[in-house]
């Protein structure tokens, strides 16, 4: 896979794209209204990404959260939620820096043999993603593969400990608390809570 | 077309205007209150008050094309978000003039940014009200502490303020509903900074929730604070004060009340032979269509920019400078907060102790510079408002790691940290001012506010002052990791804006007296943060509140004894 297929593609053409990477069942109403909900092409946002953006975004979900006991962040469908962000939120010049730095994410951390081989093409390399995160997280350091990779993590971050399952199963939340308690016992409650 | 008439208009519905119809209408005043924007209902039109974070489609992520192009100026601001965006202006539809940045942060609506605004509520001191007397700056405020005490007691009863009683000569006590609680990490650094600095005191911020409603809040359908700590999106429970949960539902009920809404006031109308303001036209923002409204007594509470642009637009033979502007002071020594950083840091301890609820309130540390032995290079001072908390997944995003790992370590809440940041006073100066461009027209055809402010040394003097205090405050409480909080913050970020048509002794030097009536034209009273003579460091609203309510006692005596 080239990094050039990770280049823009026409919004209209989104849908099918996700569809065919992800699998029909990936494709909440809530990614079908975002991409479909807007007129086509009435300016250059009207973009999204590439399958194979839309891949490497899945992979990478599923190595950074994945599931355990309680879902990982593919499973509450990050995925989805960050392709729609960046094709919705972002404006384009934010879309192209990001999906650039995505290119230079990719040539890091696929797992080069087994695309070689032909065999698995998906696979990511965790040490090399390992590496990526220290360099980011750790050192600081700021060349853009690091600085997409940190609004990346914090993109799955969010999408994950947002959603329901991510908010109710693996933190606690509570809608309308109804009073305030200063001090309690961390045993009492036993997570973080989701919200501030 | 026969023109309507009224005992008095109020002109805006946010956090003054709501007191004034409030108070007109319970004294049997058939009062019109005028809005420029459109009708907000309570609850109705609170879009996210019950949105869950997975109920948004980009969970709170912002849509950066429609940032750029309505929301340029709003978006400056800390406190809008996705739940809360209705309630903000739409700055391609509200232009004006930035001569040198100003963020002017608005809510054109019923209730106006009382709908979103901040709900710390400190009284004013005579350290305060003597302050341009003492240091020559500003002019000497008409009144003292003494004349508003008794309002800041009745409009603390009806608003509904949660404080503690601390005895505090510089930040007086008041009517409080019982204090909203400190979690264990604020309960710990309170007693080391009270034990280290003897001039210095931790208090829980005093805040207009509801944390126990008296009947006369519930008989207007207000409720307990929730601890959502979501107040800015609107709270269907009527938890926080607001225009749209207590004073206009009060002015509703006297029977007394009329609105008009999309009703954008293009001047005040003065009438020369009785020399009093005769009443307000208005264009419809649906229609572009002008009317008028007559009334023999007029409250202009249309916020501190926005009452000078009304006033500044009054032109007549008589004011040709302006309505009530025989000073030339109408729209200068405009000020705003300093709140351009502190300190953070974190606590070390207390891991297996937690909190439940979401308390939407802070702690506060009262002014302690340029007071008694303690004196500064700069004049005034400020406080700090803060907090302790431990951060969740939101504030631990740059965790390192990955995988399980990574899900384990955001399973937990991270150590206690603890923020503050301050509040300083601005020095009122002639040379910030607002003036209107008569080149340039808004939507509606009126000429463009242009916002002329900046700093001036003793703001600078004082940042450094605020930073370098809370970082020293932080190291001698035991808290490590202390990293100053810098902010290069653009005037108009706190949202305070006040001193437009300042109060003062002399008509030659200020616009209104000690009562908020103009002094060249009697019927007219400014009450909102125009009236401010110098901003003192505390959040204003409350002082807006308790000048509204004495301002329309006095006026209702005036009239009766005919002296208006």
């Not at chain 1, 891949?55 to 469908?77: E, F, H, Q």
């Not at chain 2, 409603?213 to 938890?239: D, M, T, V, W, Y």
């Not at chain 2, 023999?296 to 008589?318: D, E, H, P, Y």
């Not at chain 2, 990574?406 to 910030?432: S, V």
């Amino acid at each position: 896979m080239s990094s050039k297929d990770l280049l823009l593609i026409n919004r209209r053409n989104a849908l099918k794209a996700a569809a065919t990477v992800l699998g029909s069942a990936m494709i909440t109403p809530t990614l079908v209204a975002a991409v479909l909900a807007k007129p086509a092409a009435t300016n250059t946002a009207e973009r999204s990404l590439s399958p194979a953006a839309c891949k490497l975004l899945v992979d990478m979900c599923d190595v950074i959260l994945p599931r355990t006991d309680t879902p990982g962040a593919v499973d509450v469908g990050v995925p989805d939620f960050i392709i729609s962000v960046i094709s919705n939120q972002f404006k384009p010049v934010h879309q192209d820096r990001f999906l650039l730095g995505l290119t230079f994410i990719e040539s890091r951390i696929k797992n080069s043999s087994f695309a070689k081989a032909g065999a698995l093409p998906d696979l990511i390399d965790v040490a090399a993603l390992e590496t990526l995160d220290r360099e980011a997280l750790v050192e600081g350091l700021t060349d853009p593969i690091h600085s997409t990779y940190r609004e990346l993590k914090s993109l799955i971050l969010v999408g994950y400990y947002t959603s329901e399952p991510g908010a109710t199963k693996e933190l606690k939340y509570e809608a309308v608390p109804g009073a305030y308690r200063g001090c309690v016992p961390y045993d009492s409650v036993g997570s973080a809570w989701a919200t501030r | 077309m026969d023109i309507p008439v009224y005992d008095a208009i109020v002109i805006g519905s946010g956090m003054s205007g709501g007191w004034a119809a409030k108070e007109l209408t319970e004294k049997n005043f058939k009062t019109l209150v005028i809005e420029r924007g459109p009708e907000t209902v309570h609850g109705k039109d609170y879009p996210h008050d019950f949105s869950n974070p997975w109920d948004l489609e980009h969970r709170g992520i912002m849509d950066e094309k429609l940032l750029e192009r309505d929301y340029f100026v709003q978006r400056r601001c800390f406190g809008m978000n996705e739940y809360n965006r209705s309630h903000f202006v739409n700055d391609r539809l509200n232009p004006y003039i930035e001569e040198k940045p100003f963020n002017w942060i608005r809510g054109y609506h019923t209730g106006g940014r009382s709908v979103m605004w901040g709900r710390q509520s400190y009284r004013l001191s005579n350290l305060d009200f003597e302050a341009n007397k003492r240091d020559g700056h500003g002019t000497d405020w008409p009144i003292r502490y003494e004349d508003l005490s008794q309002w800041y007691d009745y409009v603390e009863d009806f608003v509904g303020v949660s404080g503690s009683t601390e005895h505090i000569e510089h930040l007086p006590d008041g009517v409080f509903l019982p204090p909203m609680e400190m979690n264990c990490a604020e309960k710990a650094i309170k007693q080391r900074l009270e034990k280290q600095y003897a001039d210095r005191k931790l208090i829980i911020g005093r805040i207009a929730n509801l944390t126990k409603p008296k009947p006369h809040h519930i008989e207007l359908g207000r409720g307990p604070c929730q601890f959502r700590n979501q107040c800015s999106r609107g709270c269907s429970f009527g938890a926080y004060f607001s225009s749209l949960t207590a004073t206009l539902p009060a002015a509703k009920r006297t029977g007394n009340l009329s609105m008009a809404h999309n009703s954008i006031v293009k001047e005040i109308l003065y009438d020369t032979e009785t020399g009093r303001a005769s009443g307000v036209r208005v264009i419809d923002s649906e229609t572009l269509q002008e009317r008028e409204y007559r009334a023999r007594i007029i409250f202009l509470c249309a916020s501190t920019i926005g009452s000078a642009q009304i006033l500044l637009n009054s032109k007549s033979t008589a004011f040709p400078n302006g309505l009530a502007n025989s000073s030339g002071v109408v729209g200068h020594y405009l000020t705003d907060h300093l709140m351009v950083g502190g300190a953070t840091g974190v606590l070390p301890g207390y891991e297996d102790q937690y909190y439940t609820g979401r308390r939407a309130n802070g702690i506060y540390i009262p002014r302690f510079v340029n007071m008694g032995d303690n004196n500064q290079d700069y004049l005034r001072g400020f406080g700090y408002q803060g907090a302790a908390s431990r951060s969740n997944w939101g504030g631990q995003k740059a965790t390192p790691g990955i995988g399980v790992d990574l899900k384990k370590k955001l399973h937990d809440p991270g150590p206690w940290k603890f923020t503050i940041i301050g509040f300083g006073e601005m020095l009122p100066r002639y040379d910030n001012c607002i003036t209107l461009d008569e080149e340039r027209r808004d939507p509606y055809g009126l000429p463009l506010v242009k916002i002329n402010v900046s700093w001036s040394d003793n703001e600078s003097k004082m940042r450094e002052s605020i930073i370098s205090n809370a970082v020293d405050m932080l190291v001698k409480s035991g808290l490590e990791d202390v990293k100053p909080v810098e902010w290069d913050t653009t005037p108009g970020t706190a949202i305070h804006e006040m001193g437009t048509a300042r109060m003062g002794l002399d008509a030659k030097t200020s616009v209104l007296n000690g009562f908020n009536q103009c002094h060249d034209v009697p019927n007219l009273f400014v009450t909102d943060g125009a009236a401010m003579a110098s901003s003192t460091c505390h959040s204003p609203s409350l002082t807006y509140m308790a000048m509204t309510a004495r301002a329309v006692d006095y006026a209702v005596r005036q009239d009766k004894a005919n002296l208006l």
